[in-house]
């Protein structure tokens, strides 16, 4: 299962962005979408994750700024990012766990990761 993710760029503190990601291959389920995050010097951070139930959960650093949400129907996952800090600039990747058809017959696990977009947010 291949993940693309897009919406990353430039934007002013205070501002908004919207990411996305998109799943493509023999899908049957996914269970858990999330967003993590990278930053120059640090570990890799979750941001925020929804589960196939509509549960989630945030990083408390953007409780109340960003929004995550997903399309079952389109296997796509968003996150809403509003007033935007310096602090959220970072490489950020989508990851998506659940099942698929390997060579179209056996239902197999995967755990897939976007490539990455960045957000850069100046101050």
């Known amino acids: 299962v291949q993940l693309q993710a897009s919406g990353g760029g430039l934007v002013q503190a205070g501002g908004s962005l919207r990411l996305s990601c998109a799943a493509s291959?023999?899908?049957?389920?996914?269970?858990?979408m999330g967003w993590y995050r990278q930053a120059p010097g640090k570990e890799r951070e979750l941001v925020a994750g929804?589960?196939?139930?509509?549960?989630?959960n945030y990083a408390d650093s953007v409780k109340g700024r960003f929004t995550i949400s997903r399309d079952n129907a389109k296997n796509m996952v968003y996150l809403q990012m509003n007033s935007l800090e310096s602090d959220d600039t970072a490489v950020y990747y989508c990851?998506?766990?659940?099942?698929?058809?390997?060579?179209?017959?056996?239902?197999?696990?995967?755990?897939?990761w976007g490539q990455g977009t960045l957000v850069t947010v100046s101050s």
């Open positions: 291959g023999s899908i049957n389920s996914i269970n858990f």
């Open positions: 990851n998506m766990a659940g099942s698929y058809y390997s060579g179209g017959f056996y239902l197999t696990s995967f755990n897939s």
């Open positions: 929804i589960t196939s139930d509509g549960s989630t």
